[in-house]
C-alpha cells in the first residue's frame, strides 16, 4: 500500500483513518472556523485508537479488534453501509473459517486490512482535497499591525455583544416584558439608552465584519467575491478578525482581548488575548450530534451541552470582571461576545438551571429558535432576558468599580429576536445602551452597530473616520444552506409602528 513495506500494510490503521476522514468531511460541510477543529479531531481519534486496542486486548486478535471498532464506530455516526460491508466481510469469513475447519487468527485477515486501509486513506485523502479546494483548512487571514504608542488620557473600552438582544417595543409587544426598570438601572449609572438603534444585519456574521470594518458589507472586497454561503461566510470570518476598525484601535496603542462565545465563526481570534475556559465549540456541538448518539443518550447530551453553555456564559461575565480589575498601564479594547440572550434558554429568572427546547438533542439543533413552540417560548425567554439583565448590571457595576482607568463600556446586539421570522422588523430591532465618559450621547437615538467604533475613535482618539451609511439589509433566513449561492441582502427599511 503506497509503497509501504508489506508488513506495515497489513497494520490496520483503517478505524483511524475512517474518523479523520469522516470529521474532516463534517468540518468542511460546517460554518466552524479551523481553530474549531483542532480539539474533537485529537480526542475523537484518541477514542478510536484506545477502542481499537481495547477490543484487540480483548478478541486477542489486533484485526478482529480494529474491524469491530470500524462496526461501532461506523453505526455511531451514520455510516451504515461501511458498517453492513465490514459485517458482512468479518460473516465471510466466519463462515469460511468454520468450512475449512480453523480458527480466527487463521483467516485472511492481512489482505482484507490491506484493502480497508487503501479504501480508508484514499477517502481521507479525497475529503482533504475537497475541503481544501472549498476553503475550510485556509487558516484565518490575521492582522498584521505595529501597535502604536497609546495617549495617556485613552480609556479602557468594553464592547460587549448580548446576541439576539431584542429592543424594549419588541420585548413589551412580542415577550409582555416591561425593560424599563432594568433601562432606568442603567441610566442611573451613567448609560445612555438608544431606543430607536437597529441592526445593518440579521445575521451575526455581517453584523460583525461591518461593525469591525467600520463599512457596509457590500463594501468589503473579500466578500463580494464569494461564490457559495460557505465561502462567503468563511471571508465574513476573515473580515471580522482584520477589520480596519481593529487596525486602528492597535495604531492606538490598544490591547485586543477578546472572550468568544462558542460561535467558532463569529470569534475575534486574533487578539493579543483570548479568553475561554474551553467548554465545547459550535463545531464540538455538531459532531455530538452527528449520528446515533444524541438518540442513545439523549439526556447525557443533552444536560452535558446545554451545561457546557450555561458555563460558558456565567464565565464570561466572570472575565469582563477580573479584566475591570486588572491594573495595567495601557487601554485595552475588550470584546466579549455571549450567545445569550439568544438561544438556548438555560436560565430562568435568577440563573436557576433551564432544559431548553423539548426537541433538543434528537431533532434539533442546540441553537433552534424554538419555532414549532409557539407562544410556549414566550415565558422562558423572558425569563433569560430577566436573568441577563441582572448579569449586565452587575457587570456594569464592577468594570465602574474595579477600573484604574476611566471606561467606555457598551452593550448592544447584533440583531434583534428572531422567534417570528416572519416579522423582518422584529429581527433588526437591536439593543444597545452607552457609557460614554466626556461625550453624553455620543450615540444617537438610532445607532448602528456600524458606527460604533468611528464614533469612539473620532471623540477619543481624535481619528478622523468618515461614518458609514447606516441602512439596514435582510437575509431571508429559509434560504441560508452554506452549500447554496451567497445570500441576497435585501434593503429594508424598519417600520415605526
Not at 485586543?256 to 456541538?285: C, K, M, N, W, Y
Not at 459532531?287 to 451541552?305: F, I, N, S
Request: negative net charge.
Amino acid at each position: 500500500m503506497l509503497g509501504l513495506p508489506p508488513r506495515l500494510e497489513s497494520i490496520p490503521i483503517y478505524p483511524a483513518m475512517y474518523f479523520l476522514a469522516w470529521i474532516v468531511t463534517v468540518y468542511a460541510s460546517s460554518t466552524a472556523s479551523l481553530h474549531a477543529l483542532g480539539r474533537p479531531l485529537l480526542v475523537g481519534l484518541l477514542v478510536v485508537v484506545a477502542l481499537q486496542l481495547a477490543f484487540s486486548a480483548i478478541a486477542r486478535n489486533r484485526y478482529l479488534g480494529a474491524a469491530l471498532v470500524m462496526v461501532l464506530f461506523s453505526m455511531l455516526v451514520g455510516m451504515h453501509f461501511v458498517a453492513l460491508i465490514v459485517c458482512f466481510v468479518l460473516i465471510a469469513l466466519t463462515v469460511w473459517s468454520i468450512h475449512r475447519r480453523r480458527g480466527v487468527a487463521s483467516l485472511p485477515w492481512a489482505p482484507f486490512t490491506r484493502l480497508l486501509n487503501i479504501v480508508a486513506t484514499v477517502t481521507l485523502v479525497l475529503g482533504l482535497l475537497s475541503a481544501g479546494q472549498a476553503g475550510s483548512l485556509t487558516p484565518t487571514v490575521a492582522r498584521d499591525t505595529e501597535r502604536g504608542v497609546p495617549s495617556a488620557s485613552l480609556p479602557d473600552i468594553y464592547l460587549v455583544l448580548l446576541d439576539g438582544y431584542p429592543r424594549s417595543d419588541t420585548l413589551e409587544a412580542d415577550f409582555e416584558f416591561d425593560n424599563e426598570p432594568f433601562l432606568d438601572q442603567m441610566t442611573s449609572m451613567g448609560f445612555d439608552v438608544s431606543r430607536q438603534s437597529h441592526s445593518n444585519y440579521n445575521l451575526t456574521w455581517f453584523s460583525l465584519a461591518s461593525m469591525f470594518n467600520m463599512a457596509q458589507v457590500h463594501d468589503l472586497s473579500a466578500v463580494r467575491a464569494s461564490t457559495t454561503q460557505l465561502s462567503e461566510i468563511r471571508a465574513l470570518q476573515d473580515e471580522i478578525n482584520r477589520g480596519r476598525g481593529l487596525v486602528a484601535l492597535e495604531l492606538a496603542g490598544y490591547e485586543i482581548i477578546s472572550i468568544p462565545s462558542a460561535s467558532s465563526s463569529t470569534s475575534l481570534s486574533d487578539a493579543d488575548r483570548v479568553l475561554t475556559g474551553g467548554q465545547v465549540s459550535d463545531f464540538e456541538h455538531q459532531v455530538l450530534q452527528e449520528g446515533l448518539l444524541p438518540a442513545l443518550t439523549p439526556d447525557v447530551v443533552r444536560e452535558w451541552l446545554l451545561g457546557q453553555h450555561r458555563e460558558r456564559t456565567l464565565e464570561t461575565f466572570d472575565r469582563i470582571a477580573d479584566l475591570a480589575a486588572e491594573r495595567v498601564g495601557h487601554p485595552r479594547f475588550v470584546f466579549a461576545h455571549l450567545l445569550a440572550p439568544h438561544v438556548p434558554v438555560v436560565f430562568g429568572p435568577n440563573g436557576e438551571p433551564r432544559d431548553g427546547w423539548p426537541c433538543f438533542p434528537q431533532t434539533c439543533g442546540i441553537y433552534d429558535a424554538g419555532h414549532r413552540y409557539g407562544v410556549q417560548i414566550v415565558g422562558p425567554m423572558r425569563d433569560q432576558v430577566e436573568f441577563i439583565n441582572k448579569k449586565v448590571v452587575q457587570a456594569a457595576d464592577q468594570i465602574l468599580a474595579r477600573g484604574a482607568r476611566e471606561a467606555i463600556v457598551v452593550f448592544l446586539s447584533d440583531h434583534g429576536s428572531r422567534f417570528d421570522i416572519d416579522n423582518p422588523d422584529e429581527m433588526l430591532r437591536s439593543f444597545l445602551v452607552a457609557r460614554t465618559p466626556g461625550h453624553p450621547r455620543l450615540f444617537p437615538d438610532d445607532a448602528t452597530p456600524v458606527n460604533i467604533l468611528p464614533r469612539i475613535l473620532n471623540a477619543y482618539a481624535a481619528a478622523a473616520v468618515p461614518l458609514a451609511t447606516e441602512e439596514s439589509y435582510l437575509v431571508d433566513l429559509v434560504t441560508v444552506q452554506p452549500s447554496g449561492p451567497p445570500v441576497t441582502l435585501i434593503p429594508w427599511v424598519i417600520s415605526d409602528e
